[in-house]
């Protein structure tokens, strides 16, 4: 980072050099945690009383004498204390008023950005120099166990508002790895330029979210440009389970991490390691779980819940025992990796789930039987990536692939996906291209972008205009492609119908233009 004033240029970097050793130490297990916690959540707890969400509550704080008693109690008698006292905080309630968290005018900010406010108002996230930094070491020093100066990467992220394409930049200059940070439009869905500098730059890492990827790769079999092959993807952003991972892999030929975990309001709270688990970053958080049985520390043992983070190291803008809705599972065993980091593994959404009778549906299940190994029967063609619509008893699962399918080949997927919607009527159709939906899962979650349900007439009035405005003409799209196999009366026009999605399966006749087969 480039400071001109040479007082602010020398505690920048005399800051960055103590987050380094800092970082270093933790993930070795030669720092003292539970002090490090205290002294840190001291810190916070003085900055937080500032700010007008925290001020009343922690009005105490102000007082320098709270903070000298307090660092004189053992430090985990002080955290457990102080998480104890200190009230909840709701992913509603941040929304409602993100800017109450503030500690500092707007103006002491280095870059302004917010969240998509797909879910809710959107949240304020501007960086400050000092949480900017501690972020770009936190994923920088976990990234530079798998990647070298001499690798290079795209960071092909859709969202120019959010904090992640610039943050991500970051690492990689942090790291000396050339990186380019582009994106595509939405409407033209063009990957023409980017797929020819990844060829032209031999980019060997992808960093990004895992349907933009999707959605490059099949442009590039649908347009017959080469298919592009990294070394390594980082994939953040969506959920990611094992079978997307190696989906990708075989797509690619590269090796697939969950690069990183987190949101554009707490930061990243989880990186992954070279044998690709994830590691919360301890240095700079305080974990609870929260369940049914109550709300908890991530302790030494094998635990899940919803994630609660307690952000260490966000002066400016301070979060404290925030809700964030992420169902996670926290293992302290050692991972291979030699890091002391416990390890997380996301289990995505509560509300991400399809109900039926005996149980519900979630993402992995869809996924591991959609990207099981290729049988006998459908070795002619490979699935890249696909879309499920339900309505009433009836689910289409919309499928695009790298060549014209057989009869036989989609049956076997409908037979290897039916077991999942016992009670239900299950069909599988081709199309040339996705609606821009299925694009949308960083914003939207699964169940508004893989996973639409014709009978949520309430699902546009929970998203902001520009966001239904998309949502609306997918759903005309995938209505006026299908009402006959569906039964379906045709979706609410929006303000701008589009034209009918192309229809395409082994029952129309059409056949598209061949493409070449997966490397």
Known sequence: MLIRDGKARAEYTDFVDRQIDITRRVHTGD??????????????????????????????????????????????????????????????????????????????????YESSGTTGDPAAAPKALDDLAVNTINIGEMWGRLLTPEDSALVLINGPFAPAGYQFEKVMEYLGVLSLRLWVDNVTGDYTRILRLVRELSISTYVGAPSRLLEM??????????????????????????????????????????????????????VTCEEGSLHLQVQSYLFELADAQGIRRVGEGPDKGELMVTCLDLPARPLLRYQTGDLVEVNSTPCPCGL????????????????????????????????????????????????????????????????????????????????LFDGRTLAVRTVPVLPPLAFLGSYLGWKLSRLVNLDDAAM??????????????????????????????????????????????????????????LP
């Open 217 to 270: 790769l099949h442009f590039a079999y649908r347009t017959g440009e080469p298919v592009p092959r990294f070394r390594q993807l980082l994939l953040m952003a969506e959920q990611t389970g094992p079978s997307l991972l190696r989906h990708l892999e075989r797509l690619t030929g590269a090796r697939a991490f969950v690069g990183t975990f987190g949101s554009s309001e707490t930061g990243t709270t989880a």
């Open 460 to 517: 546009m009035d929970r998203l902001p205009p520009p966001i239904a405005e998309v949502v609306r003409d997918s759903l005309a799209k995938i209505e006026a492609t299908f009402p006959a196999a569906l039964g379906l009366p045709r979706f609410p026009p929006g303000p701008r119908r589009p034209a009918d999605m192309r229809q395409t399966s082994h029952q129309t006749g059409e056949v598209r233009s061949n493409l070449p087969s």
């Open 31 to 112: 720092e003292d945690l539970a002090a490090l916690h205290a002294g840190k959540l001291v810190r916070t707890l003085v900055a937080a009383a500032d700010s007008r969400q925290f001020g009343s509550a922690l009005a105490g704080w102000r007082d320098k004498e709270t903070a000298i008693r307090a660092l004189a109690d053992p430090p985990e008698t002080f955290v457990e204390k102080m998480l104890a006292e200190l009230a909840v905080l709701s992913r509603a309630e941040f929304r409602s008023g993100s800017r109450d968290v503030f500690t500092r005018p707007i103006g002491e900010f280095l870059h302004y």
């Open 340 to 419: 002391a980091l416990p390890v997380m593994r996301t289990l995505g959404r509560a509300q991400d789930v399809i109900g039926r009778a005996g149980g519900g549906v979630r993402q992995e299940d869809v996924e591991a039987l959609l990207w099981s190994e290729n049988s006998a029967e459908v070795e002619h063609f490979t699935v890249l990536n696909y879309m499920l619509v339900l309505r009433g008893p009836d689910v289409v699962c919309l499928l695009t692939t790298d060549r014209e399918p057989d009869e036989p080949g989609l049956d076997a997927v409908r037979r290897r996906l039916a077991p």
